[in-house]
């Protein structure tokens, strides 16, 4: 680590991070959509529009998007709980919703540190109130197509060190990362980087999971980011050389439930360790 106290950098940053920030209303926002249909405050008019339009194809798409975040929240309980991590790195974070990935690491493990990523000024916002209830969490602005940036915001702003595991989480965030950006080639960049013992955790939009998917990805293409289902044999190339946990690549309803549950999902996930 290269400071003693690896937040003091945000502590005396954070005047100056209060200035107001431009937000695009002009489009819809996955993140700010899906808080939508969490049940959020976070969202504008744009965004209601779009998760509303998504509804009309999937009426059910509330309990696929909230299938998604009881499986991060399991995936970050494992992590934290049996896998032993006591770091952990979300990029893509979105807006904070309740069971983030500091309130589950930390009550399993209070020593926990998460440093959250996103490319979106207005998580920063929401990032200010965590960096107010925890000195072990930080948020960073960055895109998930410049990993180096990332990893190097991650270690000298976040205190992250990545000669010790490390769990980078990348939640329902890859599926907007086209082919001509390489979404394949910022894994590997961000699976090299890790130290043994790490883990890599997932989830993506699958093409053969849903005969609406493609429908549902044909919305995304007037919002902030387009959307690109891949097969599950594609999402399991983003663990190449890795060991995956069991149950391996699967819906992510089915990744270790806490009990059983006929679920609706569009999206595949899965863990795995570097050795």
């Excluded at 959307?227 to 050389?241: L, N, T």
Aim: proline share 6%; net charge neutral; hydrophobic share 40%.
């Amino acid at each position: 680590m290269t400071t003693e106290d690896p937040w003091a950098w945000a502590r005396a940053r954070s005047d100056e991070q209060r200035a107001p920030v431009k937000i695009d209303t002009s489009r819809s926002h996955p993140a700010r959509s899906y808080d939508y249909l969490l049940g959020g405050k976070d969202n504008y008019e744009v965004d209601r529009q779009f998760a509303e339009a998504m509804l009309k194809i999937s009426p059910n798409a509330r309990d696929r998007v909230r299938e998604a975040r009881a499986f991060l929240r399991r995936v970050v309980r494992f992590l934290a709980g049996a896998a032993g991590i006591r770091q952990f790195l979300d990029i893509g974070a979105g807006l904070p919703t309740q069971g983030n990935v500091h309130e589950v690491a930390q009550r399993v493990a209070p020593e926990a540190r998460v440093v959250y990523v996103d490319n979106d000024p207005i998580v920063l916002v929401h990032a200010r109130a965590l960096l107010a209830v925890s000195d072990r969490t930080l948020a960073v602005q960055s895109d998930l197509r410049d990993p180096d940036t990332i990893l190097r915001r991650a270690t000298t702003e976040g205190g992250i060190d990545l000669e010790q595991p490390v769990a980078i989480l990348l939640m329902a965030v890859l599926h907007f990362i086209t082919d001509e950006q390489d979404a394949t080639g910022i894994v590997a960049r961000l699976r090299d980087a890790l130290a043994p013992g790490s883990y890599l955790a997932l989830s993506h939009v699958c093409s053969e999971s849903d005969p609406k998917t493609s429908q549902v990805a044909d919305l995304f293409r007037d919002a902030t980011a387009p959307m690109v289902p891949r097969s599950r044999a594609q999402i399991e190339q983003f663990f190449h050389g890795m060991e995956l946990v069991d149950p391996g690549v699967v819906k992510v309803y089915r990744w270790r439930p806490d009990e059983p549950s006929a679920g609706q999902s569009w999206s595949y996930g899965g863990v795995a360790r570097k050795n």
